[in-house]
Antibody, heavy 118, light 107 residues
Framework: QVQLVESGGGVVQPGRSLRLSCVVS????????MHWVRQAPGKGLEWVAV????????DYADSVKGRFTISRDNSKNTLYLQMNSLRAEDTAVYYC???????????WGQGTMVTVSS | ENVLTQSPATLSLSPGERATLSCRAS??????LAWYQQKPGQAPKLLIY???NRATGIPARFSGSGSGTDFTLTISSLEPEDFAVYYC?????????FGQGTKVEIK
């Protein structure tokens, strides 16, 4: 069945880096754009980044631009989020989501928690 | 940035009642408006895309309407499993934003 599985979350000190992964199965990963979306504890959803099906186009929310990098490896059916210069306000559950329907996120992973704290 | 404002913040209703949720955009989004449901501890679930199209497997009691800057999600008759938080989301070029959410709670 269709599945997105995130990993790589954890506790990290401010200023440090972390890389999240999202392994996709059940559909042709290389045909679709992908997103990262985050949710701070007790807060709403915040879109983070998008990447096109072939990796040629990317864009970011202003809050992470210049610090986070989205990438993908279509040979491994895997999406990545490289997070540098982490701040306390980056603390959140990070979800990967598939962009297979118009402009919406139709399939979501279960999320991975990132805590930025000293 | 295209800001999405959802109202009300909380909607207190009983099972069987009709729920009407609003989402207003600061700039036109054409019909690139989606709605999601999120229950505690779970990932969001796509309900509606392109303002009025139900996603696969979504019951007919969920419907979306609107265009331009004003959109509505209607749940015709609330089932116990519908009490959750609902978010709208828009796309403008290659930037996406979410509304702040509406919580539908049991009265």
């Amino acid at each position: 069945q269709v599945q997105l599985v995130e990993s790589g979350g954890g506790v990290v000190q401010p200023g440090r880096s972390l890389r999240l992964s999202c392994v996709v199965s059940g559909f042709t990963f290389s045909n679709y754009g992908m997103h990262w979306v985050r949710q701070a504890p007790g807060k709403g959803l915040e879109w983070v980044a998008v990447i096109s099906y072939d990796g040629s186009k990317k864009d970011y929310a202003d809050s992470v631009k210049g610090r986070f990098t989205i990438s993908r490896d279509n040979s491994k059916n895997t999406l990545y989020l490289q997070m540098n210069s982490l701040r306390a306000e980056d603390t959140a559950v990070y979800y990967c989501a598939a962009w297979r329907v118009s402009s919406a996120f139709d399939i979501w992973g279960q999320g991975t928690m990132v805590t930025v704290s000293s | 940035e295209n800001v999405l404002t959802q109202s009300p913040a909380t909607l207190s209703l009983s099972p069987g009642e009709r729920a009407t949720l609003s989402c207003r955009a600061s700039q036109s989004v054409s019909n690139y408006l989606a709605w999601y449901q999120q229950k505690p501890g779970q990932a969001p679930k796509l309900l509606i895309y392109d303002a009025s199209n139900r996603a696969t497997g979504i019951p007919a009691r969920f419907s979306g309407s609107g265009s331009g800057t004003d959109f509505t999600l209607t749940i015709s008759s609330l089932e116990p499993e519908d009490f959750a938080v609902y978010y709208c989301q828009q796309r403008n070029n290659w930037l996406w934003t979410f509304g702040q959410g509406t919580k539908v709670e049991i009265k």
